[in-house]
C-alpha cells in the first residue's frame, strides 16, 4: 500500500513538472487536472482499502535527504483516514477545475504549481520522520502560496500572499522547534525513534503548545487565523476549495499525529488550552462570516469555525484520554474526525459554488448579486444542499458530527477534575452559539447571493455553469446527503484511526440497525439520519399531494405584495450589510463594530452617509503591539549598523566571551 | 404484529398533534380575548381558517422561485416530524429512538431555515426585515435551548426524550434549583420561538416590529394554510415538551394497555388547556419589547441555561 501511495505522490510533483513544459499548449489544462483527478481517486482507494482490510501499518525508507536519515513514509490507519479525505477533495476539486480552469486567463499560472500542492500534502500525510514532514509540510505551504498569488496583479492579492507567507514561515519554524524537542539531543528524528521515547510532562507541554501555534496558525485557530480570510478567497476558486476543505485538515492531521501518537499520554491540563481556543475559534470566525460582504471570505471565516470545532472535538479526546476513558475519547475522536470529513465535503461544494458564481457574474461582493436561482437554478440547487449540510440541519452531514460532539460534551461530567467539569458545559454553549450563528451566516450567503432580485447587470444576465463544475459539485452534494443518512459507515471506516489514537473505538455501526447511529453506551441516545429523511420526505410528499388533490391547486402569478407598496428598485431588498445589522448590534463588543453616521449640515441637500466599520481584536491585541515591538527593536538595533571597527570588534569578542561562558555552565 | 401496533401507535400520535394544534392556538386566542373583555372568536375559528385557505387560490409574486413553493412543504413536515417525536400520551414509541431532544431542535432548527430563506426568495423589504430578525433571534435561542436540553439530558442521563420522561416520572426527581432554571429558560425560549408578546406579537400585521408575519407576508392560500398550521404545531410541540418533561405524570409508559392510553390522552388534554392558559395570561399581562431589547430577554434563557447546567456540573443532585 504505502508504496503505491508514495507513487501516486511523486507522479503529482512529476506532473508539476510536466506542467511547465505544457506552457502553451491548449489541452494542458484539461490534460493535468484530468491527470490530478485520477490520481486522487486512486488515492481515496489506497486511503479506504488501507482502512477496509484494517491493514498494518506499512512503511518503507527511501534513500533521498539527511544523509544518516533518508526519507521514511508511512501509512498507518490514521494517515488513511487523512488520504482518504485528500484523495476525495482532491478529485472533486480537480474534477470542477476542468471545467472552471477553460475561463482562466494565465492557466500557467495556476497549472504548475497546483499537482504539487497535491503531492505535497500527500507526502505530509505519509512523511515517517520529521524531516521528511517538515520538509514536505514547507512544500506545501510554499506552493499554495504560490497559488494564492495567480491573481498578483491585484494589490489585495499581494498583501494576502506576504501576510500568507509570513504566518506560514512562522508556522514552520514553530514546528521545528516542536519536533527538535521531540527528537531531542540524540536526534532521533524517526516517528518510530520518537514515539519510544519517554518525554517529560514539562516536554510534552512545552511541544503540544508548539503544535498548537505551528499547526493552529496553518489550520486558522484564533488568534492565529488572520492570513487565512484573505488568503483562502485570493486563490481561484478550485484552490481554494482545496485549501480551506483539505490544506486546513492536514494541519488538523500534524496536530493529530503529534499530539495523539508521537507524544505519549499527557497531563489532563493541557486539553484545556486544546478546548477553549477550540471553542474561542468557533464563535469568531463565524461571528466575523456574519458581517463580511464578500462571498468567498465568508466561506473562509465559517472555516475557521469549523476548524475551531474540530479543535474542540480534539482537546474532549484529550482530556477523556488523559482520565483513562478511553470510550468516551474515541466518541469525541470520532465526532472530531467525522466534521473534519464533513467539513471537506461541504466546504469544497461551498467555495465551488462561489466558484461558479464568481465565473458567471464576476462578482464576489455579496451586495451586487441576486436572484441567482432563477439564472443558475442547477448550482442554486447544489448550494442549497451546500448551505443546509454546513448549518448541521438533519439529515444532512454536518448535523451528524454536530450531534457526536454534543453527546460527547455531555459525558464530560464523568471527567474527575473540576476545573473541566466547569469548562466543558460552557464550552457546549458557545458550540451551541456557533451552530445558530452558522444558521444565520448562511441563511444570508444563500438569501443574497440566490434569493431575491438581481442587484446588478452582471447578475441579471447571469448564465449556468458548465457541466464539468456541476459534476463535481454535484458529486459532493450527493455526499454529503449520503453522509447525512448513513452515517454508519463513515463511523466504521475511520474506527481503525480512532482505535490508533486513543486505544479505543466506538461500537460497530454498520450491524442489524444499520440506518441508526448508536453512539457509546454511555450515550443512551441514538439518531437516524436516514428515518429522518424518510419522515420528512413521506409527511412533506403526502400532505403536498393531498392538498394538490383535495383543495386546491389554483395559482396566480402577480406583481409581490409588500404590504401595498412595492418598491421597484432592487436595492430596497435586504442587502448583506442589513441581513447582519440586528446581528452585528448584538455581539458589537466581540466583533469591535462601530457605526458612524455623517450627516450633511443644515440647508445641504446632500446625502448622509451611514457606515460600519468590524475590527477584529486579534490586530489590535495581537498583532498591533508585536509590530510595535518589533518597529521599537529595529529601530533601536538600527545604531548597530554604524559603529567603527574596533567596536565591531569588541562586539564580537564579547559575544564569543559569553557563548563560550554558557557552554561551560551548562556542561 | 407487535409492529403493527407501534406503527398505529405512532401515526396516532402524529394525528393527535396535527389535529390538536389548531385548536390550541383558538384556545389561546379565545383566552387573551376573554381577559381583555371581548368575545373572541370561536375556538374552532383557526380549523375554519385553514379550510378557508386550503381552498383559495394561491397568488404568488412574479419572481417567486421554486424554493418559495417548496418551502411552506419542508416547513410543515420538519415541524411535524418534530412534533411527533416529542412524547404526548404516551412514551417509547417505536421511532422515539429516531432522533433525540437534539434531533428535535435541529428540525425546528430546519423549519426556521425555510422560512427565513422564503422571507428573502421575492425581494421585498419586509420579508428581509422579518428574515434578519428571525435569524437574530434563533441565534440566541438555539443555544439556550440546547443548554436547556444539556440540564435535562444530565438529569436524566439521556437526551433521548423517551427516557427523560420516565425517568422524570419515576419520582426520583424532587425538586431542583437546575430544573426550574431550566423551566424559566425553556419557557422564554419557547416565547420567543412561537413570536408570542413580548418578543413577536402573533395578532399583528403591518408593524414595523413584526417578525414572523414579515416573512410569511407574501405568501396565500394553501401555502399560508400550510405555514400557519406549522406555526400551530410549533405551539403545540413546545407546550406539549413543557408538559412531559416537567409536568410527566399521567403519560402512558411503554406497552401500556388501551385504558392507559386514554387516561395519557385526557391528561394531555388537560396538560395542554391549562398550559394554554397560563401562556394567554402572560400574554395578555406585559406588553411588546423593542427588538433589541429582546436579545435582553433572551439573554436571561441563555444565562439559566448556563447556570442550570453548570450548578449540575456541580451536583448532580441540584
Known sequence: ?667 | MELIENIVLQALQMLVVLTLAPGLTGLVRKIKARLTRRRGASVLQPYRDLARLMRKEVVLAENASWLFRVSPYMIFAATWVAAALVPTFAIGLHFSWTADLIAIVALLGSARFFIALAGMDVGTSFGGIGSSREMMIGTLAEPAMLLVAFSVALVAGSTELSNVVAFMASGDVGIRVSMGMALIALTIVAIAENARIPVDNPATHLELTMVHEAMVLEYSGRHLAMIELAASLKLLLYVALIGCVFVPWGIAPANAGLDGLIAGLLLFLAKLVALGFLLAVFETSIAKMRVFRVPDFLGVALMLGLLGTLLLFVSRSL
Not at chain 1, 481517486?41 to 535527504?65: C, K, N
Open chain 1, 1 to 667: 500500500m504505502i508504496g503505491f501511495a508514495v507513487t501516486i505522490a511523486l507522479c503529482l510533483l512529476a506532473l508539476s513538472l510536466a506542467a511547465t513544459a505544457m506552457r502553451g499548449l491548449s489541452m494542458a489544462s484539461v490534460a493535468i487536472y484530468g491527470s490530478s483527478a485520477l490520481l486522487c481517486l486512486a488515492l481515496v482507494l489506497v486511503g479506504a482499502g488501507t482502512l477496509l482490510t484494517h491493514a498494518d501499518a506499512s512503511g518503507m525508507r527511501i534513500p533521498i535527504g539527511l544523509p544518516w536519515l533518508g526519507s521514511h513514509l508511512h501509512l498507518d490507519a490514521l494517515s488513511a483516514v487523512f488520504v482518504t479525505l485528500l484523495g476525495v477533495g482532491g478529485a472533486a476539486a480537480s474534477a470542477y477545475a476542468i471545467g472552471y480552469g477553460r475561463h482562466e486567463h494565465e492557466p500557467h499560472r495556476v497549472l504548475p504549481f497546483y499537482p504539487g500542492f497535491l503531492g505535497a500534502m500527500v507526502l505530509v500525510l505519509l512523511a515517517g520522520d520529521a524531516f521528511t514532514f517538515l520538509l514536505s509540510w514547507e512544500i506545501m505551504s510554499l506552493l499554495s502560496w504560490a497559488l494564492v498569488l495567480t491573481n498578483h496583479r491585484a494589490d489585495e492579492t499581494r498583501k494576502a500572499g506576504y501576510l500568507y507567507l509570513v504566518m506560514a514561515g512562522l508556522g514552520t519554524m514553530l514546528l521545528l522547534l516542536a519536533f527538535g524537542l521531540l527528537a531531542g539531543s540524540g536526534g532521533g528524528y524517526d516517528f518510530a525513534a520518537i514515539r519510544a521515547a519517554k518525554h517529560s510532562p514539562a516536554l510534552a507541554a512545552l511541544v503540544l503548545a508548539l503544535m498548537m501555534l505551528g499547526a493552529g496558525s496553518k489550520a486558522g485557530l484564533v488568534p492565529l487565523h488572520v492570513w487565512l480570510p484573505v488568503a483562502h478567497p485570493a486563490a481561484p476558486s478550485h484552490v481554494s476549495a482545496l485549501m480551506s476543505g483539505v490544506m486546513t485538515k492536514v494541519a488538523v492531521y500534524g496536530f493529530m499525529r503529534v499530539a495523539f501518537d508521537l507524544l505519549g499520554p499527557v497531563h489532563w491540563s493541557m486539553s484545556v488550552p486544546v478546548i477553549v481556543v477550540g471553542a474561542l475559534t468557533a464563535v469568531m470566525g463565524i461571528l466575523f462570516a456574519n458581517v463580511d460582504g464578500d462571498g468567498k471570505r465568508i466561506l473562509a471565516f465559517s472555516t475557521i469555525e469549523n476548524i475551531g470545532v474540530i479543535f474542540t472535538a480534539l482537546g474532549l479526546a484529550l482530556a477523556f484520554r488523559s482520565s483513562d476513558m478511553p470510550v468516551l475519547a474515541a466518541l469525541a475522536l470520532t465526532a472530531g474526525l467525522l466534521h473534519a470529513m464533513n467539513h471537506m465535503l461541504f466546504k469544497s461544494l461551498l467555495f465551488m459554488v462561489a466558484g461558479a458564481v464568481l465565473n458567471a457574474t464576476g462578482r464576489r461582493d455579496l451586495d451586487e448579486l441576486g436572484g441567482l436561482i432563477h439564472r443558475m437554478p442547477k448550482t442554486a440547487f447544489l448550494a442549497l444542499i451546500g448551505v443546509m449540510a454546513i448549518t448541521a440541519l438533519p439529515p444532512l452531514n454536518g448535523f451528524v458530527s454536530e450531534w457526536l460532539l454534543f453527546q460527547a460534551v455531555l459525558q464530560s461530567p464523568k471527567l474527575p477534575q473540576p476545573g473541566l467539569q466547569f469548562l466543558v458545559p460552557a464550552v457546549g454553549g458557545l458550540l451551541a452559539l456557533a451552530a445558530a450563528l452558522a444558521a444565520a451566516c448562511f441563511v444570508r450567503f444563500f438569501g443574497v447571493i440566490f434569493l431575491g432580485r438581481p442587484r446588478s447587470d452582471v447578475a441579471r444576465d447571469a448564465v449556468e455553469t458548465d457541466r464539468w463544475s456541476l459534476a463535481a459539485m454535484g458529486g459532493l452534494a450527493l455526499l454529503c446527503v449520503l453522509a447525512g443518512i448513513l452515517p454508519g459507515f463513515l463511523i466504521d471506516l475511520m474506527a481503525p484511526a480512532v482505535d490508533l489514537a486513543v486505544g479505543a473505538r466506538v461500537p460497530v455501526q454498520g450491524g442489524n440497525s444499520w440506518f441508526t447511529l448508536i453512539p457509546v453506551a454511555e450515550v443512551r441516545s441514538s439518531y437516524s439520519g436516514f428515518l429522518v429523511m424518510v419522515f420528512v420526505a413521506i409527511s412533506g410528499g403526502a400532505v403536498a399531494w393531498l392538498v394538490h388533490r383535495l383543495a386546491s391547486r389554483r395559482l396566480r402569478r402577480a406583481p409581490a405584495w409588500d404590504c401595498g407598496f412595492p418598491n421597484a428598485d432592487p436595492v430596497t431588498q435586504y442587502g448583506a450589510g442589513s441581513f447582519a445589522q440586528p446581528i452585528r448590534r448584538v455581539m458589537a463588543p466581540l466583533l469591535g463594530a462601530r457605526e458612524t453616521v455623517t450627516m450633511p449640515p443644515p440647508g445641504d441637500m446632500s446625502a448622509a452617509r451611514h457606515g460600519v466599520q468590524t475590527e477584529d481584536m486579534a490586530w489590535r491585541f495581537c498583532y498591533q503591539p508585536m509590530i510595535a515591538a518589533v518597529f521599537y527593536a529595529t529601530t533601536r538595533l538600527n545604531a548597530l549598523q554604524f559603529l567603527t571597527i574596533r567596536r565591531y570588534l569588541t562586539l564580537v569578542f564579547g559575544s564569543l566571551i559569553l557563548l563560550l561562558t554558557g557552554l561551560t555552565i551548562w556542561n
